[in-house]
T-cell receptor, first 113, second 115 residues
């Protein structure tokens, strides 16, 4: 498959455990955030999003937490499965920047059987 | 099936030879965008389009052109490719952005090598 990063930070978790992937953003003007999952050889796939007027949002097995005070975003995956192995990206939309999305460099999640 | 398609998926070319990467979506999305993905740099936006005949620069537009003559198509044009444009390219689309940011659907990617 296509390589998406040679030196990505990697998180290794045991199957069934919970995973927490972190992302720091730099611009306090950002008001919309998205988490994407990218499997080898595929394009990014939307997981969950959150607006800056929220602190937490839950989806199916995933939760996104937003801490605007320290400009930090996290993605929690419950009961991690082998199919969750992928590279995860956070992205931010900066208020006043129309619809430009700024992506982080990504975190590789490896799920041990 | 709702999807974003890109062609070609793989392309090897030489410096200076004009090329076009096509992108098409069948979801009637207004918003379309091109990104390039490089190791350690994540995805960087090249150009985006809010609707037909409306395009704007992203963060790394130099050396690229786009057009949006029809809603479904958003081709990426490299008039004179250079080796630093060797990268993995993704096209994406989403619903009307004026109603707020929406989920972007990404194509499968185009691996371009410029020698």
């Amino acid at each position: 498959g296509e390589s998406v990063g040679l030196h990505l930070p990697t998180l290794s978790v045991q199957e069934g455990d919970n995973s927490i992937i972190n992302c720091a953003y730099s611009n306090s003007a950002s008001d919309y955030f998205i988490w994407y999952k990218q499997e080898s050889g595929k394009g990014p796939q939307f997981i969950i999003d959150i607006r800056s007027n929220m602190d937490k949002r839950q989806g199916q097995r995933v939760t996104v937490l937003l801490n605007k005070t320290v400009k930090h975003l996290s993605l929690q995956i419950a009961a991690t499965q082998p199919g969750d192995s992928a590279v995860y990206f956070c992205a931010e939309n900066r208020r006043g920047s129309s619809y430009k999305l700024i992506f982080g460099s990504g975190t590789r999640l490896l799920v041990r059987p | 099936e709702a999807q974003v398609t890109q062609n070609p998926r793989y392309l090897i070319t030489v410096t200076g030879k004009k090329l076009t990467v096509t992108c098409s979506q069948n979801m009637n999305h207004e918003y379309m965008s091109w990104y390039r993905q490089d190791p350690g740099l994540g995805l960087r936006q090249i150009y985006y389009s809010m609707n037909v005949e409306v395009t704007d620069k992203g963060d790394v537009p130099e050396g690229y052109k786009v057009s949006r003559k029809e809603k479904r198509n958003f081709p990426l044009i490299l008039e004179s490719p250079s080796p630093n444009q060797t990268s993995l390219y993704f096209c994406a689309s989403s619903l009307n952005p004026f109603s707020g940011m929406n989920e972007q659907y990404f194509g499968p990617g185009t691996r371009l090598t410029v020698t």
